[in-house]
Every structure is written in structure tokens, then in C-alpha cells.
């Protein structure tokens, strides 16, 4: 009998189509929540999710069992159309097209839960563009088009 083993963990980060406000305080819980749970059904629990009125990050682990880009796929669909209906969000809501996600290490989990919970306070400081183009270069992202990721 075989077995397979795996665990990697993912710091996913998209925004809003736009980068409109669309997250507001009166639900960001609630969409939070909602994408932890989705995350559940795909076997990929998410650690932390945090967001700004523009753009989500989460930490999870992924599922051995699903594609990385369904997975991110599925999160975005079905928390888009669940916001559309939900009393403080709004009928326009969409997220971008793409996504940027990114391997975790084990050893820094504590490291990236903790950039993830100060989000709110880091974009005091740093535009959301400011900060993809900080994990492309920590990440040696050779694919990055700006011209297409911020449509």
C-alpha cells in the first residue's frame, strides 16, 4: 500500500478588480470566514486570512488532492458571488483575474502570519503595487508583466 506525503504552504495574495474598496470593515469577518471555510472543502485549511479594503492575503497549507490554480479559482468564485448578496456588500464585486502566490517555508510560518495579521498597518506605509513588486523580487518572479497583473 503507498502513501503520499505533502506539505507546502502558500501565501496567496489577489485584490479587488480594481483595486476598489470592496472590503470594508462592516465585512471583512464575514468574508474572511467564508473564504477559511471554502478553503476547508478544498483540504487546503487556511492559517490566517487578513485584508485591506483592496486586496486579501492568506496563509494555508495545500491540499495534496487539488491544483493550486483551482483551488485559488474556487476562493475567488464562490466568496464573489457570496459577497454580491450579502447585506454590506455590494452587486459590482469582482476580484482581479490574476493572483500572486508564494511557497512558505515551515520555518516561516510564525514570520508570514505575523506580516499577514499587521497588514493594516503595513499598507500605512506601502501601496499594495509597492508590495508585489517586493515579493517578485524576493521571490525571483521572472514571469511578472505589470502591464497584465494590474488590469
Keep these: 500500500m503507498g502513501q503520499s506525503l505533502s ?3 502558500i501565501h496567496l495574495v ?14 471583512e469577518k464575514r468574508v474572511h470566514d467564508y473564504m477559511a471555510a471554502t478553503l476547508i472543502e478544498y483540504q487546503s485549511p487556511a492559517l490566517v ?20 490554480a483551482k483551488i485559488v479559482e474556487e476562493v475567488k468564485k ?17 476580484w482581479q483575474i490574476g493572483y500572486g502566490a508564494f511557497s512558505v517555508s515551515t520555518s516561516k510560518i510564525d514570520v508570514v502570519k505575523r506580516y499577514i495579521n499587521n497588514q493594516k498597518e503595513h499598507h500605512g506605509y506601502h501601496t499594495f503595487q509597492q508590495e508585489v513588486e517586493e515579493f517578485v523580487k524576493e ?7 505589470p502591464e497584465f497583473f494590474w488590469e
Design 7 to 9: 506539505q507546502m504552504y
Design 49 to 68: 486570512i487578513n485584508s485591506v479594503p483592496d486586496h486579501i492575503h492568506i496563509l494555508f497549507r495545500l491540499s495534496k488532492n487539488y491544483a493550486l
Design 139 to 145: 521571490y525571483d518572479i521572472i514571469e511578472y508583466d
Design 14 to 27: 489577489f485584490s479587488t478588480k480594481g483595486r476598489k474598496a470592496y472590503i470594508t470593515p462592516r465585512i
Design 78 to 94: 464562490q466568496s464573489s458571488k457570496w459577497i454580491k448578496t450579502i447585506e454590506g456588500g455590494t452587486s459590482e464585486f469582482k
